[in-house]
Nanobody, 124 residues
Framework: QVQLVESGGGLVQAGGSLRLSCAAS????????MGWFRQAPGKERECVTA????????YYADSVKGRFTISRDNANNMVYLQMNSLKPEDTAVYYC?????????????????WGQGTQVTVSS
């Protein structure tokens, strides 16, 4: 089992920044690729970004490229999502997820563990 706890969400104005954190516990964190997903009301859950076990391989959705950055700290079992230049359309619940695989993946069904989510609201 891997337990994931997100933090750092909140309300921010358009153009602002937020940094989400995800703390992992349980099995060896460095064995898991990690992803950040989001789900807005009435929409499907989508992958925002993902990172491989080592951090050397990443994926970004086109909608966030150049604005969001994923990183991980395997020594401290943490993964981060730095979000800059936020837009109202970034408003959603953001979830951290862990996949027992090496490379990053954008497919939710390849992830084994999920956090409870943290709300991000961007006002215009």
């Amino acid at each position: 089992q891997v337990q994931l706890v997100e933090s750092g969400g909140g309300l921010v104005q358009a153009g602002g920044s937020l940094r989400l954190s995800c703390a992992a516990s349980g099995r060896t964190f460095s064995n898991y690729a990690m992803g950040w997903f989001r789900q807005a009301p009435g929409k499907e859950r989508e992958c925002v970004t993902a990172i491989s076990r080592s951090g050397g391989n990443t994926y970004y959705a086109d909608s966030v490229k150049g604005r969001f950055t994923i990183s991980r700290d395997n020594a401290n079992n943490m993964v981060y999502l730095q979000m800059n230049s936020l837009k109202p359309e970034d408003t959603a619940v953001y979830y951290c997820a862990a996949a027992n695989r090496y490379y990053s993946s954008r497919h939710p069904n390849e992830y084994d563990y999920w956090g409870q989510g943290t709300q991000v609201t961007v006002s215009s």
